[in-house]
């Protein structure tokens, strides 16, 4: 019954696949190819369900609108600056925490609870770190004998304190996934360099990250998957009335979030998110290419 | 705890320098944890001020503690309500969701049947989709259907997703072929195998599952403050988004409303960590199961 498709197989397969296939093509498979519709809707009226005429204006208002591109331009800097930053901070976290492991029963729980707690609450806890008056962060500065700074209310300084906020999000989940990746390399080969005498740094750059290659293309392009996503660090952080000081921090999703929910553009959301959906897969192809070409 | 004798043993080869180098690097990444932690640390602090004092820049600026910012939280907003509404939506649609999650993987991995490559194919093509490209389409879905302000609506549609799938047929194809044959040979029915062999044998993974599902749901927001409208369908992440609109600069009620919708999930956190790095099915599992 398992080797040769067969009748008998697929009628003991279908009970077990029916619920999960449902769920996933009425909530995930659908709804892309009603949102591409969506994007074409140029003139209608949703609460009557008419549609008058289709079109792609949607996109090209979308790519025309500054406020898209400016959406567009800190997606960008999100994916360059939270990334590598994230990854870098991560790995190191993950390597050390594999080496100790006495420390590392105590110090995990401390690496992965932004992981686990709400980002509503994170986000509070940082808005008054970040608090221009009162806050730890312009205390510290203070101390430093450094101006204070308006981390949340100046324009300029509203991408800054996102990327630090979204590198302090994510490191717990990229700590983990590299934690499984070392876990899974046998221990010989390290152990073996040990009794060489090579020192920590050559085994971890010539042992450890080539064992590594694998894991680390599936977190960058997890993590730039995430980073262009980004939508839950600004809208907890700046309070979800804006995107940051003078709209400073707009990300694409929360263009795309703003179009649907406050001004009910369903059309134009759904072609910002589907330009900002081929963009992300296009730049996932390339990574992918890149891996393939280094033998991945 | 096999690693760190090991590593006692091997210590004599390396050089003494690296003892010191070792210690500075342990200072190092503590005080790393305790600055990943600080944010959290002051959320608590904050929490127990007495309102006037939420502003000091002292970690315990009074005492006694402020308990009573507790009391306030639970009498101002409808707690017990959003607790419901939060943990009712998170067990059935975590619960039901994995059985659904590990059926399908089952069927993948168990099965030859026809229309299986264009259902793995299918779901391949929904794994890259962003969530919020569906936010739309499934917000009308769920109107159509009558579900808005609904549980239903809460709890089914993101039960199971592509990446579910993928990540149990990936874990369940390591379960080696001769258990298969085995439970074949002495005439177990495909869902007993199942139930008293794979699903033991994935414990650690399911559970791994289970867990970023968990939390996932329980610190949804934007979904559920789309498909509800009424106070009483809130759950806690909704009800703290309302409050601190609410609740405007009363910063140590927000932060004990903060803490009350953290500790859940660290609790959860603390009771399955110990299965969490270990994802990879072993023998062992099995045998700790019989």
Redo the contacts between chains.
């Keep these: ?7 008998r ?2 009628h ?3 009970p ?2 029916m ?3 449902m ?2 093509a ?7 190819i ?2 591409f519709d ?1 994007s074409l809707h140029v003139r209608y009226d949703y609460y009557r369900n008419l549609v008058f005429e289709r079109g792609w204006d949607n996109f090209s208002f979308v790519f025309q609108d500054p406020e898209f591109r400016l959406a567009l331009r800190n997606t960008l800097l999100l994916i360059v600056s939270v990334v590598p930053a994230s990854m870098v901070a991560s790995l190191a ?1 993950a390597y ?2 594999h ?5 590392s029963r105590w ?16 986000a ?3 808005r ?2 970040f ?1 221009t ?2 806050g ?1 962060a312009n ?1 510290t500065f203070a101390g430093l004998g450094l101006p204070a700074v308006g981390w949340l209310t100046s324009p300029e300084w509203a991408m800054p304190s996102l990327v630090l906020f979204s590198v ?1 999000h994510s ?1 717990g989940y990229n700590v ?1 996934l590299f ?2 990746g070392l ?2 390399i046998p ?1 010989q080969y390290d ?1 073996a360099a ?2 060489d ?1 090579a ?2 740094w050559p085994r971890f750059r010539r042992i450890t990250l080539p064992m590594l290659r694998r894991v680390l293309y599936y977190v960058s392009i997890v993590s730039v ?1 995430h980073a ?2 980004t ?2 660090e600004v ?1 907890a952080l700046f ?2 009335e804006r995107a940051g000081p003078m709209d400073r921090a707009l990300t694409v ?1 929360y263009y ?2 703003r179009k ?2 406050s001004e009910s553009e ?1 059309g134009i ?2 072609a910002a ?2 330009a ?2 081929l963009l ?2 296009a730049l ?1 192809l390339v990574q992918l290419k890149m891996s393939d070409r280094r033998g991945g | ?1 096999r ?2 004798n ?2 006692m043993w ?1 210590k004599g ?3 003494p320098t ?1 003892r010191w ?1 070792g210690l500075l ?2 200072i190092f ?2 005080a ?3 600055a ?5 640390l ?2 608590a602090a ?1 929490s127990l001020r007495p309102g006037d004092q939420t ?1 000091s ?1 002292q970690l315990l600026s009074s005492f006694p503690l402020e308990w009573s910012n507790y009391r306030t939280v639970w009498e101002t907003l409808p707690l017990l309500r959003y607790f419901e509404n939060s943990l009712l939506v998170m067990a059935t649609s975590v619960l039901f969701g994995t059985i ?2 590990i ?2 993987a ?3 991995t ?7 490559k264009i ?1 793995l194919a ?2 391949l ?2 794994l ?11 917000y ?2 769920v109107a159509g259907l009558g579900w808005t302000d609904r549980y239903a609506a809460l709890a ?7 990446f579910a ?1 993928f990540y149990l047929v990936q874990v369940f194809s390591a379960v080696p072929r001769e258990y ?1 044959f085995a439970a ?1 040979a002495d005439g177990a029915k ?1 869902s007993a195998f199942l139930w008293k062999v794979v699903v033991p044998l994935c414990k650690p993974s399911i559970l791994t599952l289970a867990l970023l599902k968990s ?1 996932a749901n ?2 949804a ?2 979904w559920p403050l ?1 498909v509800t409208n009424s106070k009483e369908m809130r759950t806690l ?1 909704v009800g ?2 309302a409050f ?2 609410e609740a405007g600069t009363s ?1 140590e009620l ?2 004990a409303m ?2 009350i ?2 500790v859940p ?2 609790f ?3 009771i399955v ?1 110990k299965h ?5 099915p072993s023998a062992e599992n099995l045998k700790n199961e019989s």
């Excluded at chain 1, 080496?99 to 420390?103: A, E, F, G, I, S």
């Excluded at chain 2, 969530?131 to 389409?137: A, D, F, H, K, N």
Aim: glycine share 6%.
């Design positions: 019954m398992n080797d040769k498709k067969s009748w197989g697929t003991q397969a279908w077990y696949l619920p999960a296939m769920i996933v009425v909530f995930g498979l659908y709804p892309v009603q949102a969506l976290i050390f925490l080496t100790r492991r006495l420390l110090l995990q729980p401390a690496f992965f609870l932004p992981l686990v707690a709400s980002v509503l609450a994170a509070l806890a940082w008054w770190l608090h008056e009162y730890l205390a302090w490191l983990l934690l499984v876990q899974a221990p152990r040990r009794i005498g020192s920590r998957v262009f996503m939508f839950d809208f309070g979800g999703v795309v979030f649907f929910y369903y959301a759904s998110a589907y900002g959906f992300v897969f996932t | 705890m690693g760190t090991e590593n091997i080869f390396s050089k690296g180098a690097l342990d990444v503590c790393l944890g305790a990943m932690l600080f944010p959290f002051w959320m904050i502003m820049p659904v999650t059926c399908a089952f069927a993948f168990h099965f030859s049947f026809y229309g299986r259902l299918a779901l093509g929904t890259m989709i962003p969530e919020q490209l569906l936010l739309i389409p499934n009308m879905t089914v549609p993101w039960m199971t997703n592509a799938v298969r074949r495909p939390i329980w610190n927001y934007l789309i992440p703290l988004l601190s609109t910063y927000l932060m903060s803490v919708l953290v999930m660290v959860l956190y603390f960590q969490l790095v270990q994802a990879v």
